[in-house]
């Protein structure tokens, strides 16, 4: 995958993130689910960040 590439990809996921998360705030406070949904959402920002952060130094490196 090129450069350009990844980031589009990056840029993707973190549009389709934040849908979720506007999707996610309209469930109810207190609902299990939204908790659920949240933790789920927070692992996916990690690992966009972790990603993006890889491919960072790989750019630093090339």
Do not use: C, P, W
Not at 8 to 13: D, F, P, R, V
Not at 51 to 60: I, N
């Amino acid at each position: 995958m090129t450069g350009f590439e990844a980031q589009a990809a990056l840029s993707e996921a973190r549009e389709a993130a934040s849908l979720a998360s506007y999707d996610i705030q309209k469930l109810s406070e207190d609902s299990v689910e939204r908790q659920a949904l949240h933790n789920l959402l927070t692992a996916i920002d990690a690992l966009i960040n972790a990603v993006e952060a890889g491919s960072d130094s790989d750019s630093d490196a090339g």
